[in-house]
């Protein structure tokens, strides 16, 4: 008899930001070195010009929610001891929405919420956020995480991707978000 993984870690990509994008790509280095089986998913073609329309926002993360579900359908999330979703910008809805939906205890690790995640998320998880990001207002994100009493990281001057254009400062950012990141999936265990 095959034994039990005891945990796995989903990862959430963003529309445009894929899985092997520094974000994604070492918090699944860091999961794994945590002990979790990775788990992928993806979207397929989700609807343009999404920002700053809230009824393309809503049809791209319905159509992103129903793919997660015929992808997570057979995953049996419910079999392991920990479960950790690693979400980025859409995918942070998705996520949340999914783990409310089947009331899996996961961790979460959210990556640049925009604003509308905040429907979906709950009190359970950290998140990252940049100041310069044109899909979500600070000063919401703020609101929402305190709301919450969720940790919240701001990372000055990044944009949506967490970068701020300049190589050096964003190598050095990466490496204070992934240090907090493995904090997080560290005091999980």
Not at 31 to 60: F, H, R, T
Not at 72 to 92: H, M, N, Q, W, Y
Request: aromatic content about 8%.
């Amino acid at each position: 008899m095959e034994e039990k993984k005891k945990k796995a870690a989903v990862i959430f990509p963003g529309v445009g930001y894929h899985t092997d994008k520094p974000l994604l790509y070492y918090s699944k280095k860091l999961a794994v070195a945590g002990g979790y089986e990775i788990l992928e998913v993806s979207y397929g073609e989700l609807p343009s010009g999404i920002k700053g329309n809230a009824a393309k926002m809503m049809e791209a993360f319905e159509m992103a929610s129903a793919r997660v579900e015929e992808q997570l359908r057979d995953a049996a999330l419910d079999s392991f001891e920990d479960v950790l979703f690693i979400s980025k910008s859409i995918g942070t809805a998705v996520a949340a929405a999914f783990a409310r939906k089947h009331q899996i205890p996961a961790g979460h690790i959210y990556y640049t919420p925009v604003e509308e995640s905040f429907l979906a998320i709950g009190t359970t998880g950290i998140v990252f956020h940049g100041t310069s990001d044109p899909w979500a207002r600070t000063e919401v994100i703020e609101t929402e995480c305190a709301k919450r009493n969720l940790p919240l990281y701001e990372t000055a001057g990044a944009n949506h991707s967490l970068e701020t254009g300049n190589v050096q400062e964003d190598l050095k950012n990466l490496t204070e978000i992934m240090k907090k990141t493995e904090e997080y999936i560290k005091a999980r265990q």
